[in-house]
């Protein structure tokens, strides 16, 4: 039974928008277009919750594990994919695989113990947790100081790879098994390093045992159901040796490893199979849920946004992990007795060609370094073969995107002659409605430039009008400026004239009076001449002659033109002086 590979993607954070992969027909993701690509038998987009995925990819192990079938859930994929909000989950509201799994393993069991209650007095979980940072394995589930921190690897028949003094924890409940898990998830490695957070580097395995008896076997059945959290894959698509110089020999050993082991058995997938999983801590661990008794899903968790050389890599081993293939069977007291007999006989054949039960030291020392010469050309070999199938891989995908485009082409090309028509008919119809709106445009450009050239004149022969009434307005002021000059001229003129005027009536007026005395002192002196006369004459009253009354007469006219001509030339200067004024 062949591995089954699911994509998530994670939901965009703020900021990130919607995704940007690559995704085809039949949930085939591609790095970049006509690049590598990987087929998931499902893909979870972004709007998939937690739940959804659970119900429909661990619900399933988690039933197999109840029947007695060992089961193991991986979560892989670059840093910041979601591979620890899949696993943890986020809160109580938002859990995640292992905390919704164990709430519906402990459900089940108690639906099992009201249907039969014997079960509750066999039925026994075990917890273990281990977290495995730069080739050290540590236990999570103990609190740090109480066990020796760096824990080893051991091969017993009973179990296979196990870790030593890995403490197992008994639960009862799943609010128990949920807050061990919390306490041992809140106590990975987080520190901050020169090569950046130390859990990307780092490997979670977290594992539930069922020991159940069943009704038909007094011997209990034994399964386990896994779940690992993998290292960070953008490695995956750096250079191993530039990696092992600049960083160590050990931080990225684990990754490295298990990509060439999930390689290595997608290529042999025949029983009869040898596999070497002593390559790194992890793979010993991930031995029997690889390629022994398991039914394993992994999830291949992907950013909305991804490098695609970090993609094409993280595709590449998701296509290699689909190609591994797995024997899972029940775990009964036969299979378990035939497991154990099996892993004694090969313990014996390892003890007889003088190898310890970790695989580490050999006891012969020629035999040392002819296992390390042939580890080192292996891995070399290896590496060759790796990069040849990558080409190869890559030069198919060409081959099949080429074969695809030239389907394409030729489907394009093939067009009836009735599409070909209405193409024609449809390309004229454009024509003629392009050639009307180009003279609808051209008209109203015209009509447009027209009615632009008319306000230009009018605004010329406006402001040619507003300039000439500028000149009339200027011209008006300068003109009023000299009335107003001539104005304050004539004033002061009048005043001197009017001044004269008041002096010349006085002169008048006095000269009036002056002859009005002189009229009466001539009319005295006449009066007086004429009594002289008649004194002269004798005492008889005097009779005037003719003589005498012209001479009076005469006299009295001669004043009364010299008053007349006096009037009159007053007259006249009060007319010089009014018109003068004018």
Known sequence: MNIDVVGRIRHSRRGEGSHSLQISQGNRVFSHLGGVSHGFHSLYKQDASNYEVYKRQVEPLLELFLGGFNSCFMAFGESQSGKSHTLAGESTQKQGMIPLAIDGLFARLSEEIRKDSTVQSNAQVTLTMVEIYNE???????????????????????????????????????????????????????????????????????????????????????????????????????????????????????????????????????????????ESVLTRLLADPLSGNFKTTVMTCMRPHCDPSVLASVLRVSSHFAQCRTFPVMNDSFAQGLETQYRRHILELKAELGLTSDLTRPDNKQVKDEIRAVKTENLHLRDKNERLYHKLESLQTKLNDLAVSKRDISSNYVMSEEEKLKVSKALVDLQIENNRLREDTEQAKFEQTNKCLLLENQLMESQMERDRMQRQLRDAKEKLADVEKSRKTLADEYVIIKTNYMSLAKDYDREVARNEELTTELLAIINTKEMVLRDRTGAAPHVPTIDSYDLAQAELDRIRTLINRLATKKLYTESSVYGNYK
């Open 136 to 278: 050290k394995i540590r236990d999570l589930l103990t609190v740090p100081k109480t066990q020796p921190d760096i824990l080893s690897i051991e091969d017993t028949a009973e179990s296979g790879y196990v870790v030593q003094s890995a403490q197992g924890v008994y639960v009862n409940s799943a609010s128990e098994a949920t807050r061990a898990f919390r306490d041992g998830w809140s106590r990975r490695t987080q520190t901050m390093t020169d090569l950046g957070p130390s859990h990307t580097y780092a490997s979670v395995i977290f594992s539930m045992e069922l020991s159940l008896v069943s009704r038909d076997n007094p011997a209990p059945n034994r399964s386990r159901m896994v779940f690992v959290d993998l290292p960070a894959a953008e490695k995956l698509a750096q250079d191993p040796q530039e990696l092992r110089l600049r960083e160590g020999p050990t931080l990225n050993k684990s990754l490295f490893a298990v990509a060439r082991l999930i390689s290595d058995i997608g290529n042999k997938q025949n029983p009869n199979r040898i596999i070497d999983f002593s």
